[in-house]
């Protein structure tokens, strides 16, 4: 019983080293990384079909039931992005991460991806004039989302057109 009691002391300083030590360690981790997430190269992204809900009698049966009653499938959120990422890959990554379904081909001829249909909302479902177009710094690209390259501080908007873009401030469309 005694030997425990000396040890005890011991023990007592021993773990207050190690904690120390860790305390240490952590503190200057968290310091590192913070400084890393303040320098990471980011966008932003936003999903919006108001103008499909402005057209619902043009939808099909059980569409508009799945659509969000305020237009935003997915509200504007800030992503990070790596060096080479395009429209696209953001994309593809954001829809990955927030469970939202998206269907999309690769076309060769213009060397992009063509987006479908986004939270089952595909082309042509508000009429022959309708689909998904991207912006990005509220200008319309006249090229695909796979060869549009992202930058740092940029504001990616996917909206839904029911009139060739027309409806969305995308008249070079």
Same mark, same amino acid.
């Given at each position: 019983?005694? =030997? $425990?009691?000396?040890?005890?002391?011991?023990?007592?300083?021993? #773990?207050?080293?190690? #904690?120390?030590?860790?305390?240490?360690?952590? =503190?200057?981790?968290? +310091?590192?990384?913070?400084? !890393?997430?303040?320098?990471?190269?980011? @966008? =932003?992204? =936003?999903?919006? @079909?108001?103008? !499909?809900?402005?057209?619902?009698?043009? #939808?099909?049966?059980?569409? #508009? +039931?799945?659509?969000?009653? %305020?237009?935003?499938?997915?509200? &504007?959120?800030?992503?990070?992005?790596?060096?080479?990422?395009?429209?696209? %890959?953001?994309?593809?990554?954001?829809?990955?991460?927030?469970?939202? $379904?998206?269907?999309?081909? %690769?076309?060769?001829?213009?060397?992009?991806?063509?987006? &479908?249909?986004? !939270?089952?909302?595909?082309?042509?479902?508000?009429?022959?004039?309708?689909?998904?177009?991207?912006?990005?710094?509220?200008?319309?690209?006249?090229?695909?989302?796979?060869?549009?390259?992202?930058?740092?501080?940029?504001?990616? @908007?996917?909206?839904?057109?029911?009139?060739?873009?027309?409806?969305?401030?995308?008249?070079?469309?």
């Amino acid at each position: 019983m005694i =030997s $425990h009691i000396k040890k005890k002391p011991y023990c007592k300083v021993g #773990l207050m080293v190690v #904690l120390l030590f860790v305390s240490i360690l952590f =503190s200057g981790c968290s +310091q590192n990384h913070q400084i !890393a997430l303040e320098s990471e190269v980011q @966008c =932003s992204i =936003s999903i919006s @079909c108001s103008t !499909a809900l402005e057209h619902a009698e043009q #939808l099909p049966d059980g569409v #508009l +039931q799945m659509l969000p009653e %305020d237009g935003w499938i997915l509200e &504007e959120i800030t992503v990070p992005i790596q060096e080479g990422d395009t429209v696209f %890959d953001v994309l593809l990554r954001t829809v990955l991460e927030n469970d939202i $379904h998206m269907e999309y081909v %690769d076309t060769p001829v213009y060397d992009s991806a063509y987006i &479908e249909g986004i !939270a089952n909302l595909y082309e042509f479902d508000a009429g022959e004039q309708s689909g998904w177009m991207y912006s990005v710094n509220e200008e319309f690209p006249n090229y695909g989302c796979s060869s549009y390259q992202v930058k740092d501080g940029d504001v990616i @908007c996917w909206v839904y057109t029911c009139n060739l873009g027309t409806d969305v401030r995308g008249e070079t469309i």
